[in-house]
């Protein structure tokens, strides 16, 4: 059942030329039944029936057995006419490069209908049923508009529909073929709605249950259909006079009139002269030895709509509706057609693919420069910093001050040491401190008191009494509570986990240097302490900062490194020119692509192929495409750099190893996301357009 209020379409909606092309249209039509629409050229009949059929946008409600819209909505459209509605279209909409059984079966999969066995067994049937079967085999280019239209046909009749959408199905056939076409329309209308747009009102008249006449847009007059007793075929050349009007005159001069409309009153003056007879009419005759004309004498050719119906044979019952519903089935089987594709790509196609292979070297090329930026950045950074084996640590240099002023003033304490790590990073120019673990400092436990009279008081808490306790200085305190993003006072009675274990902050001194403070078997041990950047250089000049690299020690240095470092600048620069190039080329390519894709595009979205499939298929199509191109391309300029630079290095101011830079697989992972993305781009604006704004923007 099709049931719309107020249904409206408008063309160049807004502009000058705008074109108000289905006019407040309300009908309802009902479950069964083959409707015919009639109307004018441009008229609007056949957008009519794009929008009835989902394949347009249109304003207003439209309902369609359980799907009710207000206003277009693509997403719901196609979900429901993917499985429930046909096509048969005036321009055939065939895939060109793939045979008629391809074409029909692909209609199959958009149902996602793929075994084998199912699938030959209707499709041969289907093919049988329009004298199509000899040519299964042969592409669309190779076959007659009337073979073509036929096909189109066919591809409908494999799939069982609740609606069968037809815009001039029989506008390409001779006559016979378009009975043979009306007839198996009319079959199916018994069980399922059929939308017929013709321009044959003798058609629409012997076979339609009802029929709508459009004008300009609006629904002028709906009526149901009073079926003429018989059919006669206008384009036979044989006349049957049994089947036409007749009217006898005059016994010695006798005439007879047949005629296939009203006998008007015909006067005839026959003069003859030396045996020839000349006629004179005021009528038109022609001599029927003049005409390929056959009268056949007391003879019927018309036939009944039942007597038709009963010559008939079309039958779907055998069909089986076996889907494939695994997901992971339906990846690997598109997987497995775009490796099929690519493989079988035409020549345009094969242009395409030579032009990955090359944006793949030029990304070698492009790594290449990367991989010199990084050589460039590190010279300058070296450079900064000279190995050192004489230079004192940070933490040496701290201990000796630190320690010397409390030995002096506690003489009677035992100190042993343990070293722990020192963590410095580098920035630009300038030394940021991170941590620093200095050496671990065991306090004899008898002048425990004396440690905190000299240095300071507990302000929250208390001192530890077990070894799971800790006490944190001020200084410390404050960095913790940043952390644990609360206050100072909070932090007592928290858990705290260190490098040297777990336990509980029992108490924070009034200040210090960043102590935390262990209890231990032998009394008190004072762990580590964080330096603020300030804090380091007061210790002493720019020469005394370090980086500990493994233990060494390096000494900033006052190099000028501003060449190299304007070389790696410079490099930089060209490094993202040429990405820039390159993405801006691979989007214009796969853009390219679509374009040329387009036909097939439309055609798919027109028989109910959903966007999601497209998009898919697409982004599969384009990992191929890059597998076999772009990656190609790339381990081809690598492997020609290195054996260049195994030929150069003498001369060479660097040395890359090109298949062990993390770039080379950061350049791997670039090329499939970048082609993914602008592969993806042009397809998903595309797909915002409706199945016939896509085949009439594009002259499909």
């Known amino acids: 059942m099709i049931k719309t209020n107020n249904l409206n379409k408008y063309f160049n909606k807004g502009k000058r030329n705008e074109i108000h092309v289905i006019d407040n249209t309300t009908i309802e039509l009902p479950d069964t039944g083959l409707i015919t629409i009639l109307g004018e050229s ?101 076959l007659s508009g009337g073979q073509q239209q036929r096909a189109s046909i066919a591809r409908a009749l494999v799939k069982e529909t609740k609606i069968l959408i037809c815009d001039e199905p029989t506008g390409n056939l001779d006559s016979q073929n378009s009975l043979d076409i009306m007839n198996i329309l009319r079959k199916i209308s018994e069980k399922s709605l059929v939308l017929l747009v013709t321009h044959d009102k003798k058609l629409a008249s012997f076979y339609s249950d009802k029929i709508l006449n459009i004008v300009d847009g609006k629904i002028v007059d709906i009526r149901d259909n009073i079926k003429q007793a018989a059919f006669i075929d206008d384009d036979s050349n044989n ?79 055998f069909h089986n509706d076996v889907y494939e519903t695994n997901s992971f089935k339906k990846f ?22 030579v032009i990955f292979v090359i ?89 425990l008191e004396k440690v905190f009279e000299a240095n300071t008081k507990i302000k929250y808490g208390a001192i530890p009494t077990n070894t799971k306790d800790y006490v944190l200085d001020m200084t410390m305190a404050k960095q913790i509570a940043k952390i644990y993003k609360c206050s100072v006072k909070e932090l007592v009675g928290r858990d705290i986990f260190l490098a040297w274990g777990a336990g509980t902050i029992s108490g924070v001194l009034d200040s210090g240097n960043g102590y935390i403070y262990q209890k231990t078997s032998e009394g008190l041990a004072e762990d580590c302490f964080i330096f603020t950047e300030e804090e380091l250089k007061s210790l002493g000049d720019d020469s005394q900062y370090f980086i500990d690299y493994n233990s060494d020690y390096y000494s900033k240095n006052s190099i000028d490194t501003s060449d190299i470092e304007k070389t790696a600048r410079v490099v930089l620069i060209i490094t993202i020119v040429l990405f820039g190039i390159i993405v801006v080329y691979i989007f214009f390519t796969m853009r390219t692509k ?60 660097f040395s890359i190893n090109i298949f062990t830079s993390y770039s080379t697989y950061l350049c791997v992972l670039m090329m499939f996301v970048v082609n993914i993305i602008f592969g993806m781009i042009p397809m998903l604006s595309l797909l915002r357009k409706t199945p016939n704004e896509i085949n009439t923007k594009y002259d499909i």
Request: proline share 2%; with cysteine; charged share 30%.
């Open 42 to 142: 441009g008229s609007g009949k056949t957008t009519l029936l794009n929008v009835l059929g989902g394949l347009d946008r249109f304003s207003g409600e439209l309902e369609i057995n359980d799907l009710k819209l207000n206003n277009y909505n693509m997403t719901k459209f196609d979900e429901y006419r993917a499985k429930n509605i046909g096509y048969i279209f005036q321009n055939y909409y065939l895939l060109p490069e793939i045979s008629i059984y391809d074409n029909l079966k692909k209609q199959l999969e958009i149902l996602d209908i793929i075994d084998p066995e199912e699938v030959k067994k209707r499709i041969d049937y289907a093919l049988k049923v329009v004298k199509l079967y000899k040519y299964k085999k042969k592409k669309p280019t190779e």
């Open 239 to 317: 006349v049957y006079l049994g089947d036409m009007n007749k009217k006898e005159d005059g016994n010695e001069f006798k005439t007879t009139i047949y005629s296939n409309e009203e006998i008007p009153n015909i006067n005839i003056e026959l003069v003859n002269i030396n045996g020839t007879y000349y006629l004179k009419s005021n009528v038109k005759i022609k001599l029927q030895e003049d005409t390929n004309l056959v009268f056949i004498n007391d003879k019927h050719r018309e036939k009944t709509l039942d007597e038709i119906q009963d010559d008939v044979t079309f039958d779907l019952s």
């Open 359 to 447: 944006i793949g070297i030029f990304i070698a090329g492009l790594n290449v420069f990367f991989c010199t930026y990084n050589d460039y950045k590190k010279q300058a950074s070296d450079a900064k910093f000279q190995y050192r084996s004489d230079l004192y640590t940070v933490k040496e240099v701290y201990r000796d001050y630190y320690w010397e002023n409390m030995i002096t003033k506690y003489m009677d304490y035992s100190v042993s040491f343990r070293n722990y790590s020192t963590y410095m990073t580098q920035n630009d120019n300038s030394i940021t401190h991170k941590e620093v673990l200095v050496d671990e400092r065991i306090i004899s436990a008898p002048n």
């Open 594 to 653: 679509i374009i040329g894709e387009i036909k097939e595009i439309g055609i798919l979205r027109s028989i109910g192929m959903k966007r999601t499939t497209l998009l898919r298929n697409n982004m599969l199509e384009v990992i191929v495409i890059t597998l076999f191109t772009t990656l190609l391309g790339f381990i081809i300029g690598c492997t020609l750099v290195v054996l260049l630079m195994n030929e150069l290095k003498a001369i060479l101011p």
């Open 332 to 353: 690997f089987r598109a997987f497995g057609e775009a490796f099929r594709n690519f493989f079988k790509a035409k020549a345009k196609a094969k242009f395409f693919r």
